[in-house]
Structure formats: C-alpha cells, structure tokens
C-alpha cells in the first residue's frame, strides 16, 4: 500500500533568463515569486501558493514550454507501477524522481513528497 497526490503544477518556461517567466507569472497569478541563491536558481523558483495548494513551480527548460505535473508518493516505485498499468510510459529516470507520459501524450513526474502536510493529510490517495 502507497499513497500519492498532485504535488505542484509546474511552468516548464523555454525563456533566455528564467527572471522573464518569475516576473510574468508573479504578476499574473498575484502571487509573489521565491527566488533562490542557489546555484540552481538559475533554473527554478516557485511562487508563494498557500499550503493548503499545490505548489506552482517555475522551470526554465530547453524543450517547448508547456505545464507538467508532480504527483508526489510515499513510494516512487509503486506509484510508477500503478501509472504504468493506467498506460502511462517512463520517459527518463533520476535519483530522485521519474518523467513519465500519460496515454494522452501529457508528461508528468512522480516525486517524493514536496507538500509540508503530506503525511499527516487525509487529502491523499492510498493505494
């Protein structure tokens, strides 16, 4: 048994300077945009949605932009069993998640959990 949910929507930006996708989205949702010192800053950041929401994440990607899903789980390999029996095909595997497409051509990923209350929520699916 695992448990999973949508972690975050997540703006893959095909932009020059990831600032030009943080200014628009933060204006246009209302939100203020965390930007970081990393030195992955470069790439992501995410707006303030409050915690009772998915997080929306900003990524400056080299594909065509587009949104992409998280669904976040307590057991990567389990949740990524279950979406293959749904359809879903692995795309590219990372140490700390997986790319998957939906039957529908849609990409998502499957991520460890990224939301505070993940594990004392009843807002999630048990499997």
Not at 6 to 22: G, P, Q, T, W
Not at 83 to 101: D, H, N, P, T, Y
Request: glycine letters at 2%.
């Amino acid at each position: 048994m695992h448990k999973s949910r949508l972690a975050a929507l997540v703006i893959d930006s095909k932009v020059d300077d990831i600032e030009e996708a943080n200014i628009f989205w933060e204006q246009a949702l209302g939100l203020e945009c965390v930007r970081s010192s990393e030195d992955w800053s470069s790439r992501y950041s995410h707006l303030n949605a409050p915690d009772d929401q998915p997080h929306i994440l900003i990524q400056k990607t080299t594909h065509e932009s587009r949104v992409h899903l998280d669904i976040e789980t307590d057991d990567i390999t389990a949740e990524v069993t279950r979406l293959k029996a749904l359809g879903a095909k692995i795309i590219e595997k990372f140490e700390r998640w997986v790319v998957m497409q939906a039957p529908t051509g849609h990409r998502f990923c499957v991520v460890n959990p990224q939301r505070k209350d993940f594990n004392d929520s009843d807002n999630v699916n048990v499997w």
